[in-house]
């Protein structure tokens, strides 16, 4: 499994709502647009791919693949919650 950090800017809000539904089944919200997720490559090609069909020219979503090292470094800092991706379960069709 790899860890990734997806955002995104979708300027239509059917199209966010749309996008932002189908990462909530891939990945933990920690922003309005950005997304954690855990996941294989062959699953993030899945996510990609549905994502794809949903977007437009005038939006734009970003992945990033982050190194265990890379992740294993990250800081949360404020009150909000916090969802580690180790401990929540993620059914991915």
Do not use: N
Request: glycine letters at 4%.
């Amino acid at each position: 499994m790899k860890h990734w950090l997806v955002i995104y800017d979708i300027r239509d809000p059917k199209r966010l709502h749309k996008v932002a539904k189908k990462m909530e089944s891939y990945g933990f919200r920690v922003q309005k647009s950005v997304f954690e997720v855990e996941a294989t490559e062959v699953v993030i090609a899945r996510l990609r791919q549905a994502v794809r069909r949903i977007i437009e020219d005038e939006d734009f979503v970003v992945y990033f693949d982050l190194c265990q090292r890379c992740w294993q470094k990250k800081m949360k800092y404020g009150p909000g919650e916090f969802c580690d991706l180790d401990e929540k379960e993620f059914y991915l069709l």
